[in-house]
């Protein structure tokens, strides 16, 4: 028989964290909102527990979990020290982005199991600002292996009910502490190189590090390199966050272009093109223009559009700065044929 899917209980309900740090402990999945998206759970030191996300998510075992943490103080239980100059950067990131949505990579504690960073000597850490993320990481007393809840290659989640909808009958429980505040994943940078180089574009804008650490970041840009460079991170697929609906980004506005035939829906980044437009579906994923509202809307839109059947998703581009070169990165990924 089916196994049912899991309850979904309030974040910040002193029983439903009881239950969760019960859960944790016992080597069980526990889905849990970040201000980015919300993550798939487990003991980060429990190999097997950790075993179980790769199971539930469909995910292969070379593309590593980030291991998240309540605080700073916490960093030496699950990496090692890095070398002067990067200590230095390390100090000035934590200090300035921490908590928040900023994964660092960093040497690998011995105790945190191979498996976690699919078998790298490095591990990717971060403290997340979510309230219920701090509830339950301080409830459980552990350091807590965590993906985006989503089946492997799908759009992350910003609701309880996302991770519902698709992996239910996957995991112990559901804490719902409401829509993901940021609602793109963590921006991930390494600092086993020099200079650090940005590995994942996310909820901290990649000009904002560069100013804190006062430096340019190393990065390859998937949507201009792909093509002519090998990966140059575990996970970094391209096809990646992306809808079951083929999707295609335009080069400019959708006013511009004329609606391809059949039944296409459109995620627009400002406005609806006028009547007539011929999109079966519009979303609008920020009226006032800001990056921040579009990237708290993205993954949600996308979703819709994805139960409505389309022939095809046409994206507007966004511009590509701030929290846009997330959301561009996404698109894109969501575009690479699969
Ligand atoms: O915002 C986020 O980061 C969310 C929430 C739940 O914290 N998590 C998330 O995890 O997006 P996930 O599994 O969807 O993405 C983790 C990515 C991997 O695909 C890989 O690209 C990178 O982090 N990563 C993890 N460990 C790494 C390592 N040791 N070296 C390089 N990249 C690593
Ligand atoms: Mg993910």
Not at 170 to 192: N, Q
Request: aromatic share 4%; hydrophobic share 45%; with cysteine.
């Amino acid at each position: 028989m089916a196994r049912p899917a899991a309850p979904i209980r309030p974040a910040l309900d002193p029983e439903a964290l009881a239950e969760a740090a019960r859960l944790l402990h016992a080597g069980g999945l526990v889905a849990f909102p970040t201000e980015t998206v919300y993550g798939l759970g487990a003991h980060a030191l429990d190999a097997r527990a950790a075993a179980r996300i790769f199971a539930a998510k469909g995910r292969p075992a070379h593309d590593p979990l980030i291991v998240h943490i309540p605080a700073r103080d916490q960093l030496s239980e699950v990496a090692r020290p890095l070398e002067v100059a990067g200590e230095r950067w390390l100090e000035r990131l934590t200090q300035r982005f921490w908590p928040g949505p900023l994964t660092v990579v960093l040497p690998r504690q011995p105790c945190v199991p191979a498996l976690v960073s699919a078998g790298l000597d490095s591990v990717a850490v971060r403290v997340p600002a979510h309230p219920a993320a701090q509830a339950l990481l301080r409830a459980s007393g552990l350091p807590i292996a965590a993906p985006s809840a989503n089946p492997f290659g799908y759009v992350s989640p910003t609701t309880a009910q996302h991770v519902r909808d698709q992996l239910g009958a996957r995991v112990d429980l559901i804490l719902d502490g409401g829509a993901c505040p940021v609602g793109v994943e963590s921006t991930i940078v390494t600092l086993l190189e020099s200079p650090p180089r940005l590995l994942r574009p996310g909820g901290v804008p990649r000009e904002v590090i560069e100013e804190a650490l006062g430096l340019a970041l190393a990065w390859t840009p998937q949507f201009r390199a792909s093509i002519e460079r090998p990966l140059d991170a575990p996970g970094q697929l391209e096809s990646h966050y992306a809808p079951a609906t083929p999707l295609r980004l335009l080069a400019g506005p959708a006013e511009a272009v004329v609606a391809p035939a059949g039944r296409v829906g459109l995620l627009a980044f400002q406005r609806s093109p006028g009547d007539g437009h011929g999109y079966v579906a519009v979303e609008v994923l920020a009226q006032d223009g800001r990056l921040e509202t579009a990237a708290a809307h993205l993954f949600a839109a996308l979703r819709r559009l994805d139960a409505q059947g389309l022939d095809l998703i046409v994206a507007e581009p966004v511009p590509i700065q701030g929290l846009g070169l997330a959301i561009h990165d996404r698109l894109h990924r969501a575009s690479a044929r699969r």
